[in-house]
Structure formats: structure tokens, C-alpha cells
């Protein structure tokens, strides 16, 4: 089974950083591509930022390019989010998932919130 744990949340102020970390296990990590999606209070799911499988190739949404970067360790089978600047809209409970696109909320584990206020 596909296994997915986010961590590395927290509340921050505006301008802020975090890196969120995800450990995957129940699949071969190496050959899958990842990428995170979050989920606001009373919004749809948004995906944020994907990446290949050899991690040659990364992906973001508008709305975080250039503040965002995902990269993974398929050593460790591990996969990160640095978020820096961070913005109030940036609020939600983030989720790493199997693929580089879309929302996969069926493999979503336990995710980590983000609060960034003043």
C-alpha cells in the first residue's frame, strides 16, 4: 500500500520560510513521480508542485513559482517542498502524492498544516 507521511508544518509570519518533508513506503519510490497538493479551509484541493521520477523535471502552479521549490532523495525515499516568502493565501494542510499533476487525494496521508499570519 502506498504510504505517505507530510510533516515540517507550522505557523509562520508573511515572508516566512518552512520545508515540508514527506517519507514514502508500499511502492518503489524511485520510479514514481511525486508532488504536493494543498487543501484550504472550505476550498477545493489545489496542486502546488510536481516532480519526474529522477527528479530532472519539476513543475509549479502559478502561484508559487518562484517561491516554491520541490526536489526528492530516492535514497531516502523522501520528497521536500521549500516554501520561502510565504503569503496568508499560502494557508492550508499540505499533502504529498503519487504522480506529477493533478489531485491523487486517494493516496493522500496524514498531511501538515501551514498557517502563515501576522
Known amino acids: 500500500d502506498v504510504q505517505l507521511q507530510a510533516s515540517g508544518g507550522g505557523s509562520v509570519q508573511p515572508g516566512s520560510s518552512l520545508r515540508l518533508s514527506c517519507a514514502a513506503s508500499g511502492f518503489t519510490f524511485g520510479t514514481y513521480d511525486m508532488s504536493w497538493a494543498r487543501q484550504a479551509p472550505g476550498k477545493l484541493p489545489e496542486w502546488v508542485s510536481g516532480i519526474r521520477s529522477s527528479g530532472g523535471r519539476t513543475y509549479y502552479a502559478e502561484s508559487v513559482k518562484g517561491r516554491f521549490t520541490i526536489s526528492r532523495d530516492n535514497a531516502k525515499n523522501m520528497v521536500y517542498l521549500q516554501m520561502n516568502n510565504l503569503k496568508r493565501e499560502d494557508t492550508a494542510v499540505y499533502y504529498c502524492q503519487t504522480g506529477h499533476g493533478g489531485?491523487?487525494?486517494?493516496?493522500?496521508?496524514?498531511?501538515?498544516?501551514?498557517?502563515?499570519?501576522?
Open 103 to 118: 489531485i491523487r487525494r486517494s493516496v493522500w496521508g496524514q498531511g501538515t498544516q501551514v498557517t502563515v499570519s501576522s
